[in-house]
């Protein structure tokens, strides 16, 4: 009996080990294949852009700046990093990514209502966090034990909205994302104002890439407008 439960216990590593190794070699090459997506985020952890003008918000950024109509109007080179839900938050990880792979734009262009933004996205930075230890820190700090889960098995963090995305941009450009459709009649209005409330937290995040990018040459506010720690004054 003992050799017996002896034998299983070592099939039973066997098979963890096989599966983890399995998992880990999967993961590994799904990974490769993420990066070269043409998606936007994987083009911060791939490297090599040379975007003079970078834009980043939440779907208010996607939609309202289109990157192949500025860079017909302006000759400059575009690329918009924004995606809905976007909170300042992550934009500050991102665009502190983005200049670490990548040549630094002229500009950046931050769609500011995304202050209004919490932390819906969150939970699908996991497919990043592996390439970003900002992410990584983001993830972990609201989802700590999916985060130790992720470290055992790296296919976990695969399993997301945004890899899904990385593999439907494999071989076309994302830049041409913005909606087409005409707003149907019944939603064209007049409403009652929707107020935008910005969160004290995004505020600040929203002003530490601020004062960041100026002292890096690539953003100046209007005139009239300083950058405090946690508003706007104007």
């Known amino acids: 009996m003992r050799s017996d439960a002896r034998r299983a216990a070592v ?28 998606f936007r985020f994987s083009r911060i952890y791939r490297g090599g852009n040379d975007a003079d003008v970078v834009v980043i918000g939440d779907s208010r950024g996607v ?7 500025l860079e017909q109007m302006t000759g400059l080179r575009v690329l918009n990093l924004s995606y809905n ?12 990514d983005y200049l670490e ?13 995304s202050t209004i933004t919490s932390g819906a996205l969150t939970p699908e930075l996991r497919t990043y966090a592996g390439l970003s230890p ?27 909205q945004l890899f899904l995305e990385g593999l439907h941009y494999m071989r076309r450009d994302d830049q041409d ?5 005409t707003m149907p009649p019944g939603l064209r209005g007049p409403h009652d ?16 890439t601020v004062r960041m990018l ?7 506010p209007p005139d009239g407008v300083s950058v405090n720690a946690s508003t706007w004054t104007l």
């Open 177 to 181: 994302w913005i909606f087409r459709e």
């Open 63 to 69: 939609h309202s700046f289109y990157a192949p109509a």
């Open 134 to 160: 900002r992410l990584a820190a983001q993830y972990a700090s609201v989802h700590p034990i999916a985060a130790k889960m992720a470290r055992l098995f790296w296919l976990f963090p695969l399993n997301s």
């Open 101 to 113: 792979r990548n040549r630094a734009p002229r500009i950046v262009i931050i769609e500011a209502t």
């Open 11 to 38: 099939w039973w590593m066997v098979l963890v080990a096989m599966v983890i190794a399995g998992d880990h070699l999967l993961a590994l090459g799904l990974q490769q294949v993420l990066v070269r997506s043409q």
């Open 85 to 96: 839900s976007l909170s300042p938050h992550i934009a500050e990880a991102l665009l502190l």
């Open 214 to 220: 100026r002292a890096r040459g690539m953003m100046d």
């Open 193 to 208: 104002p929707w107020p935008l409330v910005p969160l004290p937290e995004e505020v600040d995040a929203l002003a530490r």
